[in-house]
């Protein structure tokens, strides 16, 4: 995040830096080609009519690339990211941002792991525990 005004209601500027790490990039890359070669192989190939996603045209490396960089980020929640827990994560199980004062994060990010049910129901648990700090001032 960039701060971008004196402002104080200003909207900072925010470059989350998506798969700018190589190995970020090889595990997408990865699991494409692994679900490739799960469902080319038999018995599960005569099932599958055709690759509706992202297509058996985006077959290069280049192509490949391509598809993970313009997709990835928006297809993706981003679980623990910024996870809640113990005196090494970074938000507390008030939901404060240790160490920044007066900033919560209240959303799925706070999740240490994805849920195995509902995430829209998780989401909203998560926010009204939050709604509930910010009103009491726990």
């Known amino acids: 995040m960039r701060i971008v005004s004196k402002d104080p ?53 280049a192509d490949l690339t391509d598809f993970v960089r313009g997709t990835a980020p928006r297809s993706s929640i981003q679980w623990g990211s910024c996870r809640m827990g113990d005196e090494r994560a970074p938000v507390d ?7 920044v004062e007066g900033l919560r994060v209240i959303d799925a990010s706070v999740m240490p792991s994805m849920v195995s049910g509902n995430t829209y129901a998780a989401t909203m648990m998560v926010a009204e525990r939050g709604a509930d700090f910010v009103l009491h001032g726990a």
């Open 93 to 99: 199980p008030q939901l404060r941002v240790r160490g």
């Open 9 to 61: 209601f200003s909207i900072p500027e925010i470059q989350p830096g998506y798969l700018t790490a190589v190995a970020d990039l090889e595990v997408f890359l990865a699991g494409i080609r692994f679900v490739r070669r799960l469902f080319a192989a038999q018995p599960l190939a005569n099932c599958i009519e055709t690759e509706t996603w992202p297509g058996s045209q985006v077959a290069s490396e």
